[in-house]
């Protein structure tokens, strides 16, 4: 079974510019997360959407950050316009949905270097 | 914000020892869990306790739970090379929202 899916793996843009991420996750998967992971830090969660609904999107920060899981399958996070202090990896996540004992299940990450 | 926080920030050890790492974390919480991380599999999940368990084991791991401390430990027995590794404790308060600490780097020489 493949995991779960995220492109692109790494990312170089200039400051100001918009950068997306894409995520697949594992097949009958309803829950899906966005996190971001700074260097010698644990991940932090931006967005958690169940099926289509985003229903914890507190820590993202929407000045900048949007996020979207249309069909509740496929997610794409978007930063616009990056800032330096956006450098950083960008996991996904997903899980079953079966509440509060669910295993997460991340991607490799997309690690995103503004300049 | 890092709800739990790992001890020690570092740790490296000869293969075949044992390796401990503490976790700690401020609110109450309904189980914890122990992720690891490595450039060749990126973040996995290795093991969940309930806050109404003290122990639990699985495989070469062995993870407490105090929770009168607002503590967890993770205990690696007879490591290998292949555990370096950097490990991650992970509380959940309800849903399916986990809150993961710093992490502990663990280096395990052959």
């Known amino acids: 079974e493949a995991g779960v899916v995220q492109s692109p793996r790494y990312k170089i843009i200039e400051k100001k510019q918009p950068v997306a991420f894409w995520c697949n996750p594992i097949s009958g998967h309803n829950t899906l997360y966005w996190y971001l992971q700074n260097l010698g830090q644990g991940p932090e969660l931006l967005i958690r959407y169940e099926n289509e609904e985003a229903v914890d999107d507190s820590q993202l920060p929407k000045d900048r950050f949007s996020a979207e899981r249309l069909k509740g399958v496929d997610s794409t996070l978007k930063i616009q316009p990056a800032e330096l202090g956006d450098s950083a990896v960008y996991l996904c996540?997903?899980?079953?949905?079966?509440?509060?004992?669910?295993?997460?299940?991340f991607g490799p990450g997309t690690r995103l270097t503004v300049l | 914000s890092q709800q739990g926080e790992e001890d020690p920030q570092a740790l490296s050890i000869q293969e075949g020892e044992n390796a401990t790492m503490n976790c700690s974390y401020k609110?109450?919480?309904?189980?914890l869990q122990w992720y690891r991380q490595n450039s060749g599999r990126g973040l996995v999940h290795l093991i969940l306790?309930?806050?109404?368990?003290r122990e639990k084991h699985s495989g070469r791991l062995r993870v407490t739970l105090d929770t009168s401390k607002k503590s967890s430990s993770l205990l690696i027995t007879a490591s290998r090379a292949a555990d370096t590794a950097s490990y991650f404790c992970a509380t959940n308060r309800g849903y399916s929202t986990l809150t993961f600490g710093k992490g502990t780097m663990l280096l395990v020489s052959p």
């Open positions: 996540a997903s899980s079953l949905a079966r509440g509060q004992e669910d295993t997460q299940y």
């Open positions: 609110t109450s919480i309904n189980n």
């Open positions: 306790i309930r806050s109404n368990e």
